[in-house]
């Protein structure tokens, strides 16, 4: 098999592997399944990546690596709270509509009975609490909110509140009330306004001198 052939398998793998995922859910994501929906042998799976959870996790990362991106435009325009809010429910639809979220709760899900996969998944986590964390320092950096509440705090806290919205939405089909989560962000961004004004620091007091 030539460089640019495995490339283009390597490709086609990760692609399947995704779909499969998305459509079969973890149990059904077979190296026969994936190979099927690649329209390769089986045997390439391993060749190329070792076995199923390798070509998964590669899976993940392209999808982590594409989203980063994507996301990282759409997060430089908000300026305020009130407009991160508003991109994070944008974020969250689209990851819903792309299967991003299937995919990660799968994942998520097989990784409590696979101690191996679980590493590898929490692994994965630093990038994006360290891309929340620099985008709440460029928002809230320097204000009365950052002090109370440290942006690498908050940012732990989203990441695993987001990890938790995925679960709860793939399991439940009723998304109106993670739907109402992001409703209530949205309505308590304005309200926390006030917290994030950075006051410009007062000037010491320059002792005046005594008179002769």
Same mark, same amino acid.
């Given at each position: 098999?030539?460089?640019?052939?495995?490339?283009?398998?390597?490709?086609?793998?990760?692609?399947?592997?995704?779909?499969? @995922?998305? *459509?079969?859910?973890?149990?059904?994501? /077979?190296? !026969?399944?994936?190979?099927?929906?690649?329209?390769?042998?089986?045997?390439?799976?391993?060749?190329?990546? $070792?076995? @199923?959870? +390798?070509?998964?996790?590669?899976?993940?990362? !392209?999808? /982590?690596?594409?989203?980063?991106?994507?996301? $990282? !435009?759409?997060?430089?325009?908000? !300026?305020?709270?009130?407009?991160?809010?508003?991109?994070? &429910?944008?974020?969250?639809?689209?990851?819903?509509?792309?299967?991003?979220? *299937?995919?990660?709760?799968?994942?998520?899900?097989?990784?409590?009975?696979? =101690?191996?996969?679980?590493?590898?998944?929490?692994?994965?986590?630093?990038?994006?609490?360290?891309?929340?964390?620099? *985008?709440?320092?460029?928002?809230? $950096?320097? /204000?009365?909110?950052?002090?109370?509440?440290?942006?690498?705090?908050?940012?732990?806290?989203?990441?695993?509140?987001?990890? $938790?919205?995925?679960?709860?939405?793939?399991?439940?089909?009723?998304? /109106?009330? &993670?739907?109402?989560?992001?409703?209530?962000?949205?309505?308590?961004?304005?309200?926390?306004?006030?917290?994030?004004?950075?006051? =410009?620091?007062?000037?010491?007091?320059?002792?005046?001198? +005594? =008179?002769?």
């Amino acid at each position: 098999m030539n460089k640019q052939a495995g490339a283009e398998t390597r490709e086609r793998l990760i692609e399947a592997a995704a779909e499969t @995922v998305r *459509t079969e859910g973890y149990a059904g994501a /077979s190296a !026969r399944a994936i190979a099927k929906a690649a329209g390769v042998n089986s045997a390439l799976v391993f060749y190329h990546f $070792g076995g @199923v959870d +390798p070509l998964l996790l590669a899976a993940l990362d !392209r999808a /982590s690596e594409q989203r980063m991106t994507d996301y $990282g !435009r759409a997060v430089a325009q908000a !300026r305020t709270l009130e407009e991160l809010a508003e991109t994070a &429910t944008a974020i969250y639809q689209a990851d819903l509509e792309a299967g991003h979220i *299937t995919l990660l709760s799968e994942l998520v899900g097989a990784s409590i009975a696979r =101690p191996e996969l679980r590493a590898e998944i929490v692994k994965r986590s630093d990038p994006w609490i360290d891309f929340v964390e620099q *985008t709440l320092e460029r928002v809230i $950096g320097g /204000s009365p909110l950052a002090r109370l509440m440290p942006p690498r705090d908050l940012a732990y806290a989203a990441i695993t509140f987001y990890l $938790g919205v995925n679960l709860f939405t793939h399991l439940d089909a009723d998304r /109106s009330r &993670t739907d109402a989560l992001f409703t209530l962000a949205r309505r308590l961004a304005p309200r926390a306004r006030l917290l994030t004004m950075r006051f =410009p620091r007062r000037r010491p007091r320059v002792p005046k001198e +005594p =008179p002769a």
